[in-house]
């Protein structure tokens, strides 16, 4: 049984970066493919990024592409959200997840955090 827990979260103006922080425990960290998802005020949750169980392989949403880099240390079972150039569009609640399944052009996880809060002000 994976455990996610998500830091990092808070409230930043527009253009400023943050940096999300997810602390994996239990067994298979390392070979898990692992991503971020965010949900905003009354919307589905929807997809952000992926990074592959080695870190070469990473696929991003097209509305974070260029601003968001996802990395991972598996030594420290550790995935990591660097967001650059925050809009407020990007408010959202933001949720670690690991061991994700590809299904028809989506991403399925099998282990979720319980979530972050990302406020991004204009």
């Known amino acids: 049984q994976v455990q996610l827990i998500e830091s990092g979260g808070g409230l930043v103006q527009t253009g400023a970066p943050l940096r999300l922080s997810c602390a994996a425990s239990?067994?298979?960290?390392?070979?898990?493919?692992m991503g971020w998802f965010r949900q905003a005020p009354g919307k589905e949750r929807e997809f952000v990024a992926l990074?592959?169980?080695?870190?070469?392989?990473?696929y991003y949403a097209d509305s974070v592409k260029g601003r968001f880099i996802i990395s991972r240390d598996n030594a420290k079972n550790t995935v990591y959200l660097q967001m650059d150039s925050l809009k407020p569009d990007d408010t959202a609640i933001y949720y670690c997840?690991?061991?994700?399944?590809?299904?028809?052009?989506?991403?399925?996880?099998?282990?979720w955090g319980q979530g972050t809060q990302v406020t991004v002000s204009s």
């Open positions: 997840a690991a061991d994700l399944v590809s299904n028809g052009g989506r991403y399925y996880p099998n282990y």
């Open positions: 990074i592959s169980r080695g870190g070469l392989s990473t």
């Open positions: 239990g067994p298979g960290f390392s070979t898990d493919t």
